[in-house]
């Protein structure tokens, strides 16, 4: 079983820039991966997605200020997020589209001045 591991998460001022990371356990060639968000007391809801081999789709509200990106021979998936509001401040949820979906733990972005 594949695990993954978020990072890169923070405090940031509106308009700042973060870049959150992925680290997988294992390979990642034939998979989608992805990036999810919670906000409190709301559902957990698609970000980012990146499929096996590199196409990307974006939720339209992130469109043009973030990026997906991943490495397959490091294991890696990162998104880069810029020019940041505070409705992006959430917990980013890292996704990989095995069969169960296989969760990263989270990792927090609160974007506050």
């Known amino acids: 079983q594949v695990q993954l591991v978020e990072s890169g998460g923070g405090l940031v001022q509106p308009g700042g820039s973060l870049r959150l990371s992925c680290a997988a356990s294992?390979?990642?060639?034939?998979?989608?991966m992805g990036w999810f968000r919670q906000a409190p007391g709301k559902e957990r809801d698609v970000v980012a997605v990146?499929?096996?081999?590199?196409?990307?789709q974006y939720v339209d509200s992130v469109k043009g200020r973030f990026t997906i990106s991943r490495d397959n021979t490091k294991n890696t998936a990162n998104l880069q997020m810029n020019n940041l509001k505070s409705e992006d401040t959430a917990v980013y949820y890292c996704?990989?589209?095995?069969?169960?979906?296989?969760w990263g733990q989270g990792t927090q972005v609160t974007v506050s001045s």
């Open positions: 996704y990989l589209r095995t069969v169960p979906t296989t």
């Open positions: 294992g390979s990642i060639a034939n998979y989608a």
């Open positions: 990146i499929t096996s081999d590199g196409s990307a």
